[in-house]
């Protein structure tokens, strides 16, 4: 079975330039999850999806960070523009259930690793 | 805010020596516990999880994770550990309500090494 998949693995671009990372979790997962992943850091959270439905986007930066799951399976993180500071690994993961329940493990992607110049 | 410390960023060791991670939580109420592994150029995959029982919990490859509630501690062992077993260690809390339901908080992870 496949795992997550995200694309690209690397991206480097200029300051200002709009980025997309694009994630396709496993099939049959119901809840998909972005990360972001800062040098020498843990993961944080950005936004949790539900089917197609933001149910916890409470840190994602909306001034400039913006996602969609718009058929319920693979999802868009989009950064309009990019900061120096977005510098770090973006990773996906996904879960089978709905709940939010501990029980629910999350499968992570590789992630994708933005240099922003 | 919730926070998860782990206090050794860099461990060296050399093979067949016994290891031991910390993790701390900050966090009073209900907790579900991971403790994940980033092999090099691989993803993060779940080394063992704590729900509630038993608190000495045994993962994948060896590994467990004692569960002390009345230290807020969730600390990983290995009695021997192998030159394989080099990889980064984050440790992961789930608060079990709230609006952050679902919400994984990592620390910042322990990279341990392995000489053969």
């Known amino acids: 079975e496949a795992g997550v998949v995200q694309s690209p693995r690397y991206k480097i671009i200029e300051k200002k330039q709009p980025v997309a990372f694009w994630c396709n979790p496993i099939s049959g997962h119901n809840t998909l999850y972005w990360y972001l992943q800062n040098l020498g850091q843990g993961p944080e959270l950005l936004i949790r999806y539900e089917n197609e439905e933001a149910v916890d986007d409470s840190q994602l930066p909306k001034d400039r960070f913006s996602a969609e799951r718009l058929k319920g399976v693979d999802s868009t993180l989009k950064i309009q523009p990019a900061e120096l500071g977005d510098s770090a690994v973006y990773l996906c993961a996904s879960s089978l259930g709905l709940s939010g329940e501990a029980s629910d493990t999350q499968y992570f992607g590789p992630g994708t690793r933005l240099t922003v110049l | 805010a919730q926070s998860v410390s782990q206090h050794n960023h860099h461990v060296i060791l050399s093979e067949a020596a016994s290891l031991e991670l910390g993790c701390n939580y900050s966090y009073g109420g209900t907790v579900n516990l991971f403790w994940y592994v980033q092999y090099p150029g691989q993803h993060l995959q779940l080394l063992l999880k704590y729900f509630s029982g038993d608190p000495l919990v045994k993962g994948i490859k060896g590994f467990e994770a004692e569960f002390i509630k009345s230290k807020f501690s969730f600390n990983l062992r290995k009695p021997s550990v192998q030159w394989s077993d080099t990889a980064e260690y984050f440790c992961?809390?789930?608060?079990?309500?709230?609006?952050?339901?679902?919400?994984?908080?990592f620390g910042r992870g322990t990279q341990l090494t392995v000489w053969p």
């Open positions: 992961a809390v789930h608060l079990d309500r709230g609006s952050t339901l679902g919400r994984l908080y």
